[in-house]
């Protein structure tokens, strides 16, 4: 049985990876990670690495079931000489939102939305974004995206999303 945390990042790595130009992306991502620790090599760079911050309890909702929200960390980089820094990181950071928002199987940015991760949970939502910066001889920029992504759970059955 896999923990619902772990389903939810399944669900997100897979909307994620469609981010690519042919798809309607401003980028092409050719590297995405889960919960990686050494940093991206410039030649991996669009990159993405993302993982989970925790899980919470929100409120019960019934003896039964309780409503809880798992806050999801997407950090996005890529090498830039002459790019304003933070323009690109709107980029990037669009390119996510849009991306949480498609299906796996219609990535496309002018695909049908499938909110909520295909209704699997209660709600996504993006409460911060924060442009990133790296100088030297290879400069980068990027973005982190705080993701809060809602559930139902039943507290009888804790590796099952309810609608």
């Known amino acids: 049985m896999t923990p619902i945390a772990t389903q939810i ?4 790595g897979s909307r994620l990876a469609n981010i690519k130009i ?3 992306y401003f980028n092409t991502l050719i590297k995405l990670e889960r919960a990686r620790l050494q940093p991206f090599k410039n030649q991996d760079m669009p990159s993405i690495n993302y993982y989970s911050t925790g899980d919470s309890l929100v409120k019960p909702l019934n003896t039964s079931v309780s409503e ?3 806050e999801v960390m997407v950090e996005f980089y890529t090498t830039t000489r002459d790019r304003v820094f933070t323009d ?3 980029e990037l950071s669009t390119d996510v939102m ?4 498609r299906d796996p199987v219609s990535p496309n940015v002018s695909d049908t939305l499938s909110p909520r991760l295909g209704f699997k949970v209660m709600r996504v939502e993006v409460p911060s974004i924060t442009p990133v910066i790296g100088e030297g001889q290879k400069p980068y920029a990027g973005c982190v995206l ?3 992504i809602t559930y139902r759970v039943d507290k009888n059955d804790p590796f099952v999303m309810l609608d």
């Open 88 to 90: 690109l990181a709107n």
């Open 9 to 12: 990042l399944d669900l997100v």
């Open 98 to 101: 849009i991306a949480i928002e």
């Open 68 to 70: 809880r929200t798992v």
């Open 22 to 24: 042919e798809n309607g």
């Open 146 to 148: 705080n993701i809060s």
